[in-house]
């Protein structure tokens, strides 16, 4: 079983929706986790750290779920420059980062 | 975050022969890794690049496919040895600052072997 998992998609939705991802995780002593952006042919760019509390920046909120073993992102007002493939990560105690295969989503007009 | 300079960006090799790929960061880092990604897939970790000493590989990578150097705390190289079509895909130098747990990605280098 993959350390980390998430629905690959693709979640197809107009312009101003708001979309769910949610990714789980195996390892329990996971201790840092992060959504990264991957446009096609680009590389990942770190979209958001995730935390216990909850993190928001503008749009974007992610939320951790430890005694769930998982995390969420959360995107409201979708534009159609959100469109590409949404990365889950997570770091344990080795520091070695797991990706998840990664989201896809697709905003139409 | 770290600028992370990666080279080549893409390259069309012929079977059979090597390839080496340059990741130069502009800030010291901790950790540095080798990530590939096929098409329409996720990232797989190749190895770990280790200052200074041989690099530690996932399960499915040898050094003698790919050889990897980190001689100082900034750079590092992996060589794709005795190319085969089937290690076309995207090669990926990432990094973790010395004061951050995030992970930063150069560029990539897209190859594609004939």
């Known amino acids: 079983r993959k350390e980390v998992e998430q629905d690959p998609g693709p979640f197809n939705v107009p312009e101003g929706a708001t979309v769910a991802f949610n990714c789980t995780y195996s390892?329990?002593?996971?201790?840092?986790f992060f959504w990264y952006r991957q446009d096609c042919r680009k590389e990942p760019k770190l979209l958001m750290s995730v935390y216990s509390s909850g993190n928001e920046d503008g749009r974007f909120t992610a939320q951790l779920n430890r005694a769930s073993q998982y995390i969420s992102l959360l995107i409201r007002d979708s534009k159609l420059s959100d469109s590409a493939t949404y990365l889950c990560v997570g770091r344990g105690g080795s520091y070695i980062p797991t990706f998840g295969r990664g989201t896809s989503l697709i905003v139409h007009p | 975050s770290a600028v992370i300079s990666q080279k080549p960006s893409r390259d069309i090799c012929q079977r059979g022969t090597s390839l080496t790929i340059q990741c130069q960061v502009d800030s010291q880092v901790t950790m540095m890794f080798w990530y590939r990604q096929q098409p329409g897939q996720s990232l797989t970790l190749i190895a770990t690049a280790n200052q200074g000493s041989e690099a530690t590989y996932e399960s499915g990578f040898v050094i003698d496919k790919f050889p990897i150097s980190r001689p100082n705390l900034t750079f590092s190289t992996l060589t794709v040895s005795n190319m085969s079509p089937e290690d076309s895909s995207i090669y990926l130098c990432?990094?973790?600052?010395?004061?951050?747990?995030?992970?930063?990605f150069g560029s990539g280098t897209q190859l594609s072997v004939l």
């Open positions: 990432s990094v973790v600052g010395v004061m951050s747990e995030k992970l930063f």
């Open positions: 390892n329990s002593a996971s201790q840092s």
